[in-house]
């Protein structure tokens, strides 16, 4: 585990798995149209959404995927971790109201290149709302405890340099 207690590259093993929970709110609907730009009818307009395909508002396919992120972030591989790539296929709408529950699974692990392949997907009420995979960076122990002697090291070196010259005559 890193110092944020996020999983280092040694620590994961395929087969790993975690779940984040969220309920996407009214607000969280409204919030993300504005940070985002995204105000299509099918969002923000009940009597509009009522008249198409979903027979009501829906919640937007990224606010919906945005709880795969938290899943990432804060549970595995957890806090450190960088989201490089995602891959996703939207399966069903989510409404407001909905709880989401998104599942990341270690499918791969490139060790030597600090790389995890996530499986992704989040689910309501049982039924698979979103199907991905992701790619994410996580730090190494190994790494980590190497830069620190190799720092101990340059840092005794240069203690040592100053106590010769201190002893070199002028």
Do not use: W
Not at 84 to 95: G, S
Not at 129 to 142: M, R
Request: hydrophobic content about 45%; proline content about 3%; overall charge negative.
């Amino acid at each position: 585990m890193n110092d944020l207690d996020g999983y280092d590259i040694e620590d994961l093993r395929v087969g790993m798995s975690a779940t984040f929970s969220k309920t996407i709110t009214e607000a969280d609907v409204v919030l993300f149209a504005g940070v985002s730009g995204d105000t299509n009818a099918l969002h923000i307009n009940e009597e509009y959404a009522a008249t198409t395909a979903f027979k009501g508002r829906i919640a937007h396919g990224m606010l919906s995927a945005s709880v795969i992120s938290a899943a990432v972030a804060n549970r595995l591989p957890g806090p450190g971790a960088i989201y490089m790539d995602q891959h996703l296929k939207f399966l069903a709408p989510v409404r407001p109201g909905d709880t989401v529950h998104a599942t990341v699974c270690v499918r791969e692990i490139i060790a030597d290149r600090g790389r995890v392949v996530l499986q992704t997907t989040c689910t309501v009420k049982g039924i698979l709302v979103i199907d991905g995979e992701a790619l994410v960076k996580v730090d190494s122990s190994v790494r980590r405890a190497a830069k620190l002697a190799a720092k101990r090291a340059s840092d005794a070196i240069e203690i040592l340099d100053l106590k010769l010259e201190a002893q070199l005559p002028s």
